[in-house]
Each structure stands twice: as structure tokens, then as C-alpha cells.
């Protein structure tokens, strides 16, 4: 889900933007542990898709997608 509304938020966005938007208080956990390879750092509080992120949101659309209605 955090992929999803970092996507949305143009790629790129603040922690506080994705907490906002997705309503999930540990997004910056999650960013920073950043498990799947999804997010980079890009400077403090500030994360991105990666490459391997935009993959995953091709493979998984239809799941999130379902998840989001």
C-alpha cells in the first residue's frame, strides 16, 4: 500500500506525505527497513521508487487495486 500512494505521489514523496495518504503511522519504518528493495532514500524523510518497486506495482496492480476499493 505504501508503494502504491508513494507512486501516486509522483514517485517520490516525504514520509509525512505517505503517512497522510495512507493512514499507515509505521511508513517510515517500513521505508527505511525496506525489506522487498521497494523504496530508496533519497535524503532524510524523503523516498522514492525504485526500480524493482516499479516492477512490483506492475505485478501486484490488480491485488492493491482490490485492496484500495
Known sequence: MILHYL???GG???VKDIRECSGIAR???IMYDNFY??????SRGI???TDI????????DETV???IK
Not at 518497486?53 to 501486484?60: F, I, M, P, S
Open 7 to 9: 507512486d501516486l505521489l
Open 12 to 14: 517520490q514523496g516525504t
Open 53 to 60: 518497486g516499479r516492477k512490483a506495482l506492475d505485478e501486484y
Open 27 to 29: 511508513a517510515g519504518n
Open 65 to 67: 487495486s482490490s485492496l
Open 47 to 49: 523516498y522514492r521508487v
Open 37 to 42: 528493495g521497494w523504496f530508496e532514500n533519497v
